[in-house]
């Protein structure tokens, strides 16, 4: 049931890229190195 598991992540990140402002979306791109891992 690792699919549901993925959806729902995509849903919750999708859900907080709709609220955030995307100035914080780059700053906290900026701290972290490691997203790459889901893009």
Same mark, same amino acid.
């Given at each position: 049931m690792w699919l549901l598991h993925v959806f729902h992540l995509s849903l919750m990140l999708f859900t907080i890229y709709q609220y955030l402002p995307s100035s914080s979306i780059l700053a906290l791109e900026d701290k972290k190195p %490691? /997203? /790459? %891992?889901f893009q």
């Open positions: %490691s /997203n /790459n %891992s």
